[in-house]
């Protein structure tokens, strides 16, 4: 859906999901050699890695798809 | 509501890093900058109440489920999963699927033909001035109360978790809600409750995966509980011959006739709050298709509702307890398993995106309630009843001030709370008197060609003046639980039930008898707003795939498959 001119919903979305997965596959990249001294349960699946990947993926491709002027949404 | 009472005199349960806060700063930054982004889109009417009415089928129906999505419920339901099992998957399933698909393929297309922005405008084409006026002034009355009392429960969530101070978040929240309410009206709130929907599945979607991993699967995870606490846990029908044989004290004719056929019924489709999210879409079958596609997924809230309050009980170390017990001992309350959960396998990063799921289901729900309230307060009540002939800009101005105003008085709601908190419980209690019966007279209205005006204004009195006193009847008189709930074991949640189900009924009976005795509206006055005087549009012409009622069935379908599996 469009609104306000030219950007749909699904743009800010994928915003934020790229920037918060960013910011988590980061954080876990960070802990993978900095490891905490109280590491939360199940911390060997690193799900902040993965996690923070498939977030930030996801939110490329909404960005990439719903770019403003392509006439998506 | 009583989840606020849980987190009283307990610690801080999580710490955040400086990436975290940055993940949560984010958040505000976004939704504030839609709202500034959308202000040019919110100059008439039609724009700033309704949202143009545009919205797609997606955004309506996503919409429409985050408007309930409030983390409060989050958080309540994942204690009640906790502390009664599997048997809180009842509000999600059975109490919530039939009602949407109801709410889609029978009423939708009296709501939306008759182009009504509201149901209080509803009651006013069908039944005249005087129900639209008791309906109106109730509901705003009721919403911007709860609007605080949200408020007031996610500052104090906020302070026990983080340790944030109570009158920063009451205000940070609060503030920027108004400010992007304001600029953007309907449209904006519908914006960020989609992308609240989003960052909710985002930022909750790990604790079930992650838990169902550290159990063992589903087979592991019932294996613990019934070591835990009992197998019963986990069946979702089996225990409910008798009121003494599940934790919930509930009858199986309280789920299906109080809940299911008159609670969650009055609520997903009379709630004006979540009703108006779909009365913005852009045409009927939009209209249609929103709440089908809201409830496949509400089908799926339980995952990260109801599984990580099971996964808690089957994982957690220490054991929870009731409010008043954590509070005493200084332990966690079942309440609090949702956010221990969160600190148990979320990381730096992964614990902020929960943190600001968290914020934004509350944000979401408090969104929801004042914009209802703008639009209710302004063409129900202002235009209706103080200043009837002004222009299209004279009522947007108002819906604006509105919007500060309804957010002022939740603030000031917010600060009575914190002095009498037993306001919560009353607040919670008077929203529910008013549902059931309104439930009673707009089916009636939609269905029945004969309900009169003044039976529709009758019965509409008589069934919320009778839930009132059945309530008052029983608090003065707590043996009255034996006639108001049918057994003498039922609990509040039974209470609730029956309550509803009696003041529904009377409703219907006092419309049915006083329409019966009075003049009707003349069938040519009905005409788009009664079944048999509405032309519906055939859906003929679209392929068997984008027919709502092809759809319905694919979701009654599995919701019925998904009773079997888990009975």
């Known amino acids: 859906m469009k609104s306000g001119g030219s950007i749909s919903i699904w743009f800010f979305i994928g915003i934020s999901l790229l920037v918060n997965g960013l910011l988590i596959f980061g954080s876990g ?31 490329a491709g909404y960005c990439i798809y719903f770019t403003p002027g392509k006439g998506r949404g | 509501m009583t989840l606020a009472f849980a987190f009283l005199n307990t610690q801080r349960l999580v710490h955040l890093s400086t990436v975290d806060l940055v993940i949560i700063v984010f958040y505000f930054v976004l939704v504030l900058a839609i709202g500034f982004y959308l202000k040019e889109r919110a100059n ?5 109440f309704m949202a143009g009415r545009e919205m797609t089928a997606w955004i309506a129906g996503l919409s429409f489920l985050s408007a309930n999505l409030g983390s409060l419920e989050l958080m309540g339901w994942a204690g009640a999963s906790y502390q009664y099992g599997i048997l809180a998957t009842h ?56 609007s605080g009392i949200n408020m007031y429960s996610m500052a104090l969530v906020l302070k026990i978790i983080l340790g944030w101070n109570i009158n920063v978040s009451i205000w940070v929240s609060s503030l920027t809600v108004a400010i992007y309410v304001t600029l953007g009206g309907l449209r904006s709130a519908i914006f960020n409750e989609v992308l609240q929907f989003i960052l909710i599945w985002a930022g909750a979607l790990l604790i079930p995966i992650l838990g169902l991993i550290e159990a063992g699967g589903w087979s592991g995870l019932k294996a613990r509980i019934a070591v835990n606490a009992s197998a019963e846990y986990t069946h979702m029908w089996s225990t409910m011959g008798h009121f003494k044989d599940n934790p919930m004290g509930i009858h199986w004719t ?87 959960m969160l600190a148990r ?29 703008t639009t209710v307060w302004t063409y129900d009540i202002y235009r209706a009843l103080i200043k009837k002939d002004s222009s299209d800009r004279h009522y947007v101005n108002m819906g604006r001030w509105s919007t500060l105003g309804g957010v002022i008085i939740s603030i000031g709601t917010a600060y009575l709370v914190i002095h009498f908190k037993s306001i919560m419980d009353y607040v919670q209690a008077l929203f529910s008197f008013f549902i059931a019966p309104l439930f009673a007279t707009v089916i009636l209205g939609m269905l029945w060609k004969r309900a ?8 509409l009195l008589a069934g919320t003046g009778s839930s009132v006193g059945m309530w008052a009847w029983v608090k003065m008189d707590p043996t009255a639980l034996r006639y108001v709930a049918l057994s003498p074991y039922a609990r509040d949640m039974a209470e609730n039930m029956y309550r ?5 009924l009377i409703c219907a009976f006092v ?44 979701v009654g379908t599995i919701f019925v498959v998904l009773n079997i599996i888990f009975w």
């Open chain 1, 29 to 59: 990249i960070y802990e993978l050699f900095h490891i905490p001294k109280n590491p939360v349960v199940l911390f060997n699946l690193h799900a902040s890695i993965w996690w923070g990947a498939i977030l930030a993926l996801l939110g």
């Open chain 2, 44 to 48: 008439t009417g039609e724009d700033f």
């Open chain 2, 91 to 146: 509000w999600y399933w059975i109490g919530a699927i039939p009602a949407m698909l109801f709410l889609a393929l029978v009423m939708m297309p009296f709501y939306y033909i008759s182009k009504t922005h509201s149901v209080p405008g509803y009651l006013k084409l069908r039944f005249g001035e005087s129900s639209r006026a008791l309906s109106s002034v109730c509901f705003a009355f009721m919403t911007v109360l709860m």
């Open chain 2, 254 to 340: 309280g789920i299906v006739f109080g809940l299911a056929a008159v609670i969650s019924t009055g609520y997903w489709t009379t709630d004006f709050l979540v009703v108006q999210r779909v009365l913005a879409a852009k045409d009927l079958r939009a209209a249609k298709m929103a709440p089908i596609i809201g409830a496949a997924f509400k089908m799926f809230v339980p995952f990260i509702v109801i599984l990580p309050g099971l996964l808690g009980l089957a994982l957690l170390p220490m054991k929870l307890m009731p409010e008043a017990q954590a509070v005493a001992t200084g332990g966690h309350s079942y309440n609090e398993v949702l956010p221990l």
């Open chain 2, 345 to 373: 396998y979320c990381g730096p990063g992964l614990l902020g995106l929960g943190i600001t799921a968290l914020i934004a289901g509350f944000m979401s729900g408090m969104a929801g309630n004042v914009s209802a309230f």
């Open chain 2, 452 to 459: 009169s005006p003044a039976g529709g204004f009758w019965g």
């Open chain 2, 500 to 504: 509803a189900l009696w003041s529904c």
């Open chain 2, 511 to 554: 419309t049915v008898a006083v329409s019966l005795v009075t003049t009707p509206k003349p069938e040519a006055e009905l005409k788009g707003l009664v079944y048999g005087a509405t032309d519906i549009p055939s859906e003929t012409y679209v392929s068997m795939f984008h027919r709502p009622w092809f759809w319905a069935v694919v």
